[in-house]
């Protein structure tokens, strides 16, 4: 049997837990300030952190952007009205055979010019000539026996129903000639009046019928454009006010000529009325259908505000434009509103929010925010036209 522990080894052995129980308070406590410790320097550490980028941010400007400027310039515009158009030919017909046959002769190539009267296809006539003939001698009897009806009735040897039917016979007979003689007009085509004549549609030997058709055959010069512009442009446009033309076939190069037409109408679906002008093409360079860009010029002229048409941001809210202005030593971008009005080629009128002599960014603008500092180099900007033209570099 183990021996009871005495008082004293129950003493000595509560002193000893006592002891043990205070070490590990100790290490606890020791842990707990160390992980306070580590803690309130980490956060010491990331509210420096923080207090240096709050400072970085507050000093911090953004690099200026590089951008094009251009003054807002006052100018004299011409009024005028732009639409697009077609051309069509003064005179167009599509030749086409009158009567039944087959081409016996073909008098022209394709592509080339004709006058008026010109004889271009020849069907076969030699049944109708051999008919005429026959026609001809007929009439030339009839005659005769006209003439000796009237002879006799002179004296009354005849009836006057034998001069009526001497008469009447002589007159068949030359209707039959006019007849046979019209039908073989009528097999002979020509031009019906000066022109370009298109892509032959028949050959030699082909057999035709009424209203097959042969070619092509266009009046070029002079050629109308034909275009519609809005109902308002009736209070202004007038016949034989200036239209200035331009097509893409030929950069650089415009025609003048002015308004030949304005229908008496004005179509009830789109509210627009057509409009024809006319314009000179004696080198034939311009061909019915092409497509074509026209501009009704007016007399007048007003003073208007222009800047270049890339300047403008547009918007659903409103269209803007940035403009230049010296600050703190520098120039910074302010935005303002503005009302756009005609525009032609690369320019483009204000109608209201900015004056004469202000400058605008005409290329950057749309990286730009409000009092952000830019930087001009007007050596990278676009040229500005007024009628620009399209190059295939």
């Known amino acids: 049997m183990e021996a009871p522990l005495t008082t004293a080894a129950v003493g000595r052995n509560s002193s000893e837990l006592l002891v043990e129980r205070k070490s590990k308070w100790k290490v606890r406590i020791l842990v707990a300030v160390g992980l306070v410790a580590v803690v309130g320097i980490l956060a010491g550490i990331k509210v420096s952190q923080i207090k240096s980028m709050i ?10 952007e590089s951008v094009t400027t251009s003054k807002v310039e006052r100018t004299a515009w011409r009024s005028s009205r732009a639409a697009v158009g077609s051309l069509v030919a003064v005179h167009g017909v599509t ?9 016996k002769e073909i008098h022209f190539e394709s592509g080339t010019s004709v006058r008026k009267g010109d004889v271009l296809v020849k ?13 001809v001698a007929d009439a030339a009897l009839a005659k005769v026996n006209l003439d000796r ?3 006799l009735r002179a004296t009354e040897a005849n009836t006057q129903a034998d001069l009526d039917a001497a008469d009447a016979r002589a007159k068949q007979t030359t209707a039959a000639v006019a ?7 009528k097999k002979t085509i020509r031009a019906p009046f000066d022109g370009r004549i298109a892509i032959r549609q028949i050959d030699l030997g082909q057999s035709v019928s009424p209203g097959t058709p042969l070619a092509s055959l266009q009046s070029v010069d002079p050629i109308y454009a034909e275009f519609s512009l809005p109902q308002q ?5 007038k016949i034989g006010q200036q239209v200035q033309m331009r097509t893409d076939i030929f950069p650089g190069a415009n025609w003048q000529g002015k308004v030949g037409t304005i229908n008496s109408e004005v179509d009830v679906a789109t ?10 093409n004696a080198d034939a360079r311009l061909r019915p259908g092409m497509f074509v860009n026209v501009e009704v010029l007016s007399g007048d002229t007003r003073p208007v505000l222009t800047i270049p048409t890339t300047a403008v941001l547009y918007a659903p809210y409103g269209d803007s434009v940035y403009v230049a202005e010296q600050k703190d030593g520098g120039l910074t971008a302010r935005q303002k509103f503005v009302r756009i009005g005609e525009r032609r080629g690369d320019i483009v009128v204000v109608d209201s929010g900015l004056d004469a002599g202000e400058t605008v960014v005409s290329s950057g603008a749309f990286k730009l925010k409000n009092g952000m ?3 001009v180099k007007n050596e990278l900007a676009p040229k500005i036209e007024l009628a620009p033209q399209p190059t295939d570099k």
């Open 149 to 151: 009806a009237h002879t």
């Open 95 to 103: 030749l086409g055979a009158e009567l039944p046959g087959v081409i």
């Open 123 to 135: 069907l076969d006539t030699s049944t109708e000539e051999a008919q005429l003939e026959s026609a």
């Open 271 to 280: 509210r627009n009325v057509r409009i024809r002008g006319i314009f000179p």
């Open 233 to 237: 442009a009736l209070a202004d446009v």
């Open 373 to 375: 500092s830019i930087v």
């Open 179 to 185: 007849t046979l003689r019209s039908t073989i007009a």
């Open 55 to 64: 400072a970085a941010g507050k000093s911090f400007a953004l690099p200026p």
